[in-house]
């Protein structure tokens, strides 16, 4: 089992930034990626961006490229996502989630999930 747990979340004013940590810990190794998932009242989940744990590589949704940037840091278990010129459009729950790093771009399927954090953005 692997725990997720996230924090950062907040409200702020479109045009600022926030900055979201998720720190694994149990059976890290069973993942090979972790990323980030957001729900938007009224919507479905959707995929916002992963990290693969060794290699680096990183994917981005297109509505957030260019402002949102993930990174890890494996010494302590943990991945951020810095989040500027946040928009209205960006308000939802955002949900850290690990698993394989295909099945979370391809199939928007992870094996652990976090409970999540508000990030609401007002004008």
């Known amino acids: 089992q692997v725990q997720l747990v996230e924090s950062g979340g907040g409200s702020v004013q479109a045009g600022d930034s926030l900055r979201l940590s998720c720190a694994a810990s149990g059976r890290t190794s069973s993942t090979n990626a972790m990323g980030w998932f957001r729900q938007a009242p009224g919507k479905e989940r959707e995929f916002v961006s992963v990290i693969h744990l060794s290699g680096g590589s990183k994917t981005y949704a297109d509505p957030v490229k260019g402002r949102f940037t993930i990174s890890r840091d494996n010494a302590k278990n943990t991945v951020y996502l810095q989040m500027i010129t946040l928009k209205p459009d960006d308000t939802a729950v955002y949900y850290c989630?690990?698993?394989?790093?295909?099945?979370?771009?391809?199939?928007?399927?992870?094996?652990?999930w976090g409970q999540g954090t508000q990030v609401t953005v007002s004008l």
């Open positions: 989630a690990a698993g394989s790093y295909s099945n979370i771009i391809n199939r928007q399927l992870a094996q652990y």
